[in-house]
């Protein structure tokens, strides 16, 4: 009896050594607050040992919402702590395979699943959070013209409805033909809704001019003057044309075969402006029409030849204006510039020759209609049989309009002779005596 007694004893003593033995109390806790931040539903997740083939449970249940997060949690002995990898592996319903992060240590930490752009080809999750994106923002830009003729001096954009009409934007004053840019920057969700009111008043304007319908946009403004606007809206949705223009004259001394205007560095100098040729002494306008913000960066090369010149001739800086312009021959160049910045003058000469056989004491030459005779030009008085030569000179483009009255007297004569139709020219005129014009013209044009 006793002897079985002790094998009880024996035994009992032995299996509590091995229960001490055998399982080592768990104390240690992990715990991963995952996030999912990649921009879709996550329909795998799982959080299993490195080396194993046994994934376990689907974390992600039913799907894990974007921006939502879930708890997985963990718990080994001290040892099992030391000791533990994991795999976080993961897949998004816009993702083609699982990804996976295999080092992941027996932890507290937040973990954020990210897409595939955010990781780049690096680690699929962070364990901060990703950058807040900003709100997404959208950009309307004005770019007001004042074409109003005038100076502006108020220009304010508001909320359509609101009593605070903000900065006023024309600042110390927005010059004719100048512009400003107006900006303004919203959350996307609410541009479809905003209105606003553009309000402006230039120097010769009695009130306030307004647009109240301006929607949130990128677009050129041109502010109307009140004329222009017409009792409709006092602005257009356009940027305002420049309008350059030059007067070309021929002062070559031969006819223009070829004549280009074209932008420096085309290859492309365009239609030939002489025509079929562009004769010594005459003219052609060349316009040209820009929108405003863009005359300041154009320059244009002026190329012509002669029909003396070996080779074309060319100006290569002329800008967006309105200009006369003379061309001029090699020699008159000189190695200079080709052209001249003024209208071609021309030059009249009448060689007056008294044939009236007396002393002429009075002699005019001055505009038809015009009340001023201008000076005497017989001075003391132009002996009988003497000659004065009278000049007049004119910009070419106005030439062809001038007429100019003759008007003289002898001493032999009662009354003043007058030849109200004299163009400018270079011609001999004879001043004949009352018996010799015989009742017709009072002149000839030809010498004694």
Same mark, same amino acid.
């Given at each position: 009896?006793?002897?079985?007694?002790?094998?009880?004893?024996? #035994?009992?003593?032995?299996?509590?050594?091995?229960?001490?033995?055998?399982?080592?109390?768990?104390?240690?806790?992990?715990?991963?607050?995952?996030?999912n931040?990649?921009?879709?539903?996550? $329909?795998?997740?799982?959080?299993?040992?490195?080396?194993?083939?046994k994934? !376990?449970? *689907?974390?992600?249940?039913? +799907?894990? #919402?974007?921006? #939502?997060?879930?708890?997985?949690?963990?718990?080994? $002995?001290? &040892?099992?702590?030391?000791?533990?990898?994991?795999?976080?592996?993961?897949?998004?319903?816009?993702?083609?395979? %699982?990804?996976?992060?295999?080092?992941?240590?027996?932890?507290v930490?937040?973990?954020?699943?990210?897409?595939?752009?955010?990781?780049?080809?690096? =680690?699929p999750?962070?364990?901060?959070?990703?950058?807040?994106?900003?709100?997404?923002?959208?950009?309307?830009?004005? =770019?007001?013209?004042? %074409?109003? !003729?005038? &100076?502006? =001096?108020?220009?304010?954009?508001?909320?359509?409805g609101?009593?605070?009409?903000?900065?006023?934007? @024309?600042?110390?004053?927005?010059?004719?033909?100048a512009?400003?840019?107006i900006?303004?920057?919203?959350?996307?969700?609410?541009?479809?809704?905003?209105?606003?009111?553009?309000?402006?008043?230039?120097?010769?304007?009695?009130? %306030?001019?307004?647009?109240?319908?301006?929607?949130?946009?990128?677009?050129?403004?041109?502010?109307?003057?009140?004329?222009?606007? #017409?009792?409709?809206?006092?602005?257009?949705?356009?940027?305002?044309?420049?309008?350059?223009?030059?007067?070309?004259?021929?002062?070559?001394?031969?006819t223009?075969?070829?004549?280009y205007?074209?932008?420096?560095? %085309?290859?492309?100098?365009?239609?030939?402006?002489?025509?079929? +040729?562009?004769?010594?002494?005459?003219?052609?306008?060349? $316009?040209?029409?820009?929108?405003?913000?863009?005359?300041? /960066?154009?320059?244009?090369?002026?190329?012509?030849? /002669?029909?003396?010149?070996?080779?074309?001739?060319?100006?290569?800086?002329?800008?967006?204006?309105?200009?006369?312009?003379?061309?001029?021959?090699?020699?008159a160049a000189? !190695?200079?510039?080709?052209?001249?910045?003024?209208?071609?003058?021309?030059? @009249?000469?009448?060689?007056?020759?008294?044939?009236?056989?007396?002393?002429? $004491?009075?002699?005019?030459?001055?505009?038809?209609?015009?009340?001023?005779?201008?000076?005497?030009?017989?001075?003391?008085?132009?002996?009988?049989? /003497?000659?004065?030569?009278?000049?007049?000179?004119?910009?070419?483009?106005?030439? &062809?309009?001038?007429?100019?009255?003759?008007?003289?007297?002898?001493e032999?004569?009662?009354?003043?002779?007058?030849?109200?139709?004299?163009?400018?020219?270079?011609?001999?005129? *004879?001043?004949?005596s009352?018996?010799? @014009?015989?009742? @017709?013209?009072?002149?000839k044009f030809?010498?004694?």
């Amino acid at each position: 009896m006793k002897r079985f007694v002790s094998i009880v004893m024996i #035994a009992a003593m032995c299996a509590a050594l091995l229960v001490g033995c055998g399982a080592e109390e768990k104390t240690e806790h992990a715990e991963y607050t995952v996030y999912n931040s990649t921009g879709a539903k996550v $329909t795998e997740l799982y959080l299993y040992n490195a080396g194993s083939s046994k994934k !376990g449970e *689907n974390l992600a249940g039913n +799907g894990f #919402a974007d921006g #939502a997060s879930l708890v997985i949690t963990r718990d080994e $002995t001290k &040892k099992g702590a030391e000791e533990a990898v994991y795999v976080l592996e993961f897949k998004a319903e816009d993702m083609s395979s %699982s990804q996976k992060f295999e080092t992941l240590h027996f932890e507290v930490a937040p973990i954020y699943l990210l897409s595939v752009d955010a990781a780049a080809g690096a =680690t699929p999750i962070s364990f901060k959070a990703p950058a807040k994106a900003e709100e997404v923002k959208e950009h309307a830009e004005y =770019t007001v013209y004042n %074409s109003t !003729g005038a &100076k502006l =001096t108020e220009l304010y954009l508001y909320n359509v409805g609101s009593s605070d009409k903000g900065e006023n934007l @024309a600042g110390a004053g927005l010059e004719k033909g100048a512009k400003v840019v107006i900006t303004r920057d919203l959350p996307s969700d609410e541009t479809k809704a905003v209105v606003y009111c553009l309000e402006f008043k230039a120097e010769d304007m009695p009130s %306030s001019q307004k647009y109240e319908t301006l929607h949130f946009e990128v677009a050129p403004i041109s502010l109307l003057s009140i004329d222009a606007a #017409a009792g409709a809206t006092p602005i257009k949705f356009k940027v305002p044309m420049e309008h350059a223009e030059y007067t070309v004259y021929n002062s070559t001394g031969a006819t223009v075969t070829e004549l280009y205007l074209y932008n420096v560095g %085309s290859s492309d100098k365009g239609e030939n402006l002489a025509g079929a +040729g562009l004769e010594k002494g005459a003219k052609v306008v060349i $316009t040209r029409d820009l929108p405003s913000d863009e005359t300041k /960066a154009v320059v244009y090369c002026l190329e012509f030849k /002669a029909e003396d010149m070996p080779s074309s001739q060319k100006y290569e800086t002329l800008h967006f204006e309105v200009a006369p312009i003379s061309l001029l021959s090699i020699d008159a160049a000189a !190695g200079a510039t080709p052209i001249k910045f003024k209208v071609a003058m021309e030059h @009249a000469e009448y060689t007056v020759y008294n044939s009236t056989g007396a002393t002429v $004491t009075e002699l005019y030459l001055y505009d038809a209609g015009s009340a001023d005779k201008g000076e005497n030009l017989a001075g003391k008085g132009l002996a009988a049989g /003497a000659s004065i030569v009278l000049t007049r000179d004119l910009p070419s483009d106005q030439t &062809k309009a001038a007429v100019y009255v003759l008007e003289f007297k002898a001493e032999n004569m009662t009354s003043s002779q007058k030849f109200e139709t004299l163009h400018f020219e270079v011609a001999p005129i *004879n001043l004949l005596s009352i018996d010799a @014009a015989a009742g @017709a013209t009072p002149i000839k044009f030809k010498k004694p």
